[in-house]
């Protein structure tokens, strides 16, 4: 039975009762995962709550952290050596280094806090390091698990994991509680495709072991996006939904000086992209991003360029630097007049800009929720892990674009990226996303506001370790 969070702190006189209550947010080392915990760190720092972020000797190393994050105290952990691990590890080697030297280190940290006049009473782990909550309970401190997936593939992934859900799967439609009828290719990739991602299955799965020991369940997302299955959840854990966790001035714009993430991997050509966007006339630019990760094959490249070509429309494409010799011979010089190509842009504000009128997207559920919360119509190309699953709502639940479908070669072609370009710039269904987008968007904006869903559990979760502080026991 999970254990209720109700032990109050043991003073001894040392004026403790007057010092904030202090969170450590345990990332997973990527650009997805940090973001929006390092957002929700924001809004508990911004409600008097201490906060220490902890990062990997690389991301301290290789990531740019902006003026916005300077408030809050990071700590590193080590994955075993000064460069953390070579490029090229395995992942299922990467996760048991990490257990292994991220944990110790971990609880250095804890002991030197603590040392230092401030023990930390909880810490909001991403369930892919399961060994934070191991570590919460072994310090006697209260535990929250921060999902940084959708409730819908949350709640595949926890029926894989009790063996409710076979894998491989049958190829018939799939019913699980809260869900609409999913058929195998709407599924995450590593679910429906069998054996090619196994390590990567395990540890997506392994996040819910141990679950009944976290004292919260935080999910990125808000109620009334997945209204259904989070209230099948709720039955089973204590389900608490905490986004959009996207930068305030986009949302509900209680931090006045909260228009960015504050760290990143890539810098982005602020200039550039914003200059270019001035010249171009309202809902007339299609804008093309596949987020810090994906890679795209070369045919696949060649194939959204001509794409776009073919659409006839303004673009602005996010080309890593990495994936820049994928594209076709003289595509950038010779689409000067329809489009800008950057290695990287602040995604925000490009969404945000009058404009833009169409997302092509990789579906990410950052990327996904960004669209949702600025009511930006979207083309999904998605390409692994959950993006089959976050595309099929876009298109199907939440309607608000089109997926572009990939053919018998499993290549999304040019004709089909032109035609859906055009679905939602200027076909029939157009007013139609256009009203589910801003719909969208405005339920974002009231979930995080004063009284909202989110707003409600944060509050609820700020109370909870503010008055109910926990007693620390520092092991020997």
């Given at each position: 039975m999970r254990p209720?969070?109700?032990t109050?702190?043991?003073e ?8 904030k ?5 345990l ?12 957002q ?5 720092l911004q409600?008097?709550?201490q906060?220490?972020?902890v990062?990997t000797?690389n ?5 740019l ?7 809050i105290?990071l700590?590193?952990?080590s994955?075993?050596?000064?460069a ?8 299922d080697v990467?996760?048991?280094?990490f ?5 110790r ?15 930390v009473?909880c810490?909001?782990?991403d369930?892919i390091?399961?060994?934070g909550l ?9 535990a929250a698990?921060f ?6 593939v949350?709640?595949?992934y ?6 409710e ?12 509680p809260?869900?609409?009828?999913l058929m195998?290719?709407d599924?995450?990739?590593?679910v429906?495709v069998h054996?090619a ?15 009944e020991n976290?004292?919260w369940?935080f999910?990125?997302?808000?109620y009334k ?5 989070i209230?099948?959840?709720a039955k089973?854990?204590p389900?608490k939904?905490?986004?959009?966790t996207?930068?305030?001035?986009y949302?509900?714009?209680r931090?006045?000086?909260?228009r960015e993430?504050?760290?990143?991997i890539?810098?982005?050509d602020?200039?550039?992209?914003m200059?270019w966007?001035?010249q171009?006339q309202?809902?007339?630019?299609v ?6 990760l ?20 303004h673009?602005l494409w996010?080309?890593?630097s990495?994936?820049?010799s ?6 950038a010089k010779e ?14 504000d ?9 997302f092509v997207?990789?579906?990410?559920w ?6 949702l919360?600025l009511?930006v119509p979207?083309?999904?190309i998605p390409?692994?892990s ?9 298109m199907?639940?939440w309607k608000?674009g089109v997926w572009a479908?990939?053919d ?5 072609g040019?004709?089909?990226v032109?035609?859906c370009?055009k679905?939602?710039?200027e076909?029939q269904?157009r007013?139609?996303?256009?009203r589910?987008?801003?719909?969208w ?14 707003h409600k ?6 109370s909870a ?8 026991h520092?092991p020997?």
């Amino acid at each position: 039975m999970r254990p209720s969070f109700t032990t109050k702190i043991m003073e001894k006189g040392d004026g403790n009762s007057q010092k904030k209550a202090h969170c450590l947010i345990l990332p997973f080392p990527v650009q997805g995962h940090i973001n929006p915990m390092l957002q929700f760190a924001k809004r508990l720092l911004q409600n008097g709550i201490q906060i220490t972020f902890v990062v990997t000797q690389n991301v301290a190393k290789t990531a740019l952290f902006s003026s916005t994050t300077s408030a809050i105290p990071l700590e590193i952990i080590s994955l075993g050596s000064a460069a953390d691990l070579p490029h090229g590890t395995s992942y299922d080697v990467y996760l048991a280094r990490f257990l292994e030297f991220g944990s110790r280190t971990l609880k250095e940290a804890l002991v030197r806090l603590a040392d230092s006049g401030r023990p930390v009473d909880c810490i909001v782990y991403d369930p892919i390091l399961p060994w934070g909550l191991d570590v919460a309970k072994e310090f006697g401190m209260a535990a929250a698990a921060f999902f940084t997936h959708s409730c819908a593939v949350d709640q595949i992934y926890y029926h894989v994991f009790k063996g409710e859900l076979k894998v491989p799967l049958s190829g018939e439609e799939i019913l699980l509680p809260g869900l609409p009828p999913l058929m195998p290719d709407d599924m995450p990739s590593f679910v429906h495709v069998h054996g090619a991602y196994p390590p990567f299955l395990e540890m997506t799965v392994n996040r819910f072991s141990g679950l009944e020991n976290a004292d919260w369940l935080f999910f990125n997302t808000f109620y009334k996006l997945e209204e259904e299955v989070i209230d099948n959840m709720a039955k089973f854990f204590p389900v608490k939904t905490v986004g959009p966790t996207i930068p305030s001035m986009y949302l509900d714009k209680r931090l006045s000086d909260d228009r960015e993430y504050g760290l990143s991997i890539y810098n982005p050509d602020t200039e550039a992209c914003m200059e270019w966007l001035k010249q171009r006339q309202p809902e007339s630019v299609v804008y093309v991003s596949f987020g810090s990760l994906a890679k795209l094959g070369e045919e696949q490249m060649e194939e959204l360029a001509w794409g776009l070509r073919l659409s006839n429309k303004h673009f602005l494409w996010v080309v890593r630097s990495s994936e820049e010799s994928k594209l076709p011979k003289d595509f950038a010089k010779e689409s000067w007049e329809m489009g800008l190509i950057v290695p990287w842009c602040p995604q925000l504000d490009v969404l945000a800009h009058e404009a833009v009128c169409c997302f092509v997207t990789h579906c990410g559920w950052n990327s996904t929720l960004e669209a949702l919360s600025l009511g930006v119509p979207m083309v999904a190309i998605p390409q692994w892990s959950d993006q089959t699953t976050n595309s099929k709502f876009v298109m199907d639940v939440w309607k608000m674009g089109v997926w572009a479908k990939v053919d018998d070669n499993g290549v999304v072609g040019r004709e089909t990226v032109a035609r859906c370009i055009k679905d939602v710039m200027e076909g029939q269904r157009r007013e139609d996303m256009k009203r589910n987008a801003g719909k969208w968007k405005e339920l974002a904006r009231e979930a995080v506001e004063e009284g909202g869903t989110s707003h409600k559990n944060i509050q609820d979760f700020l109370s909870a370790i503010s008055s109910n502080r926990t007693s620390h026991h520092l092991p020997s």
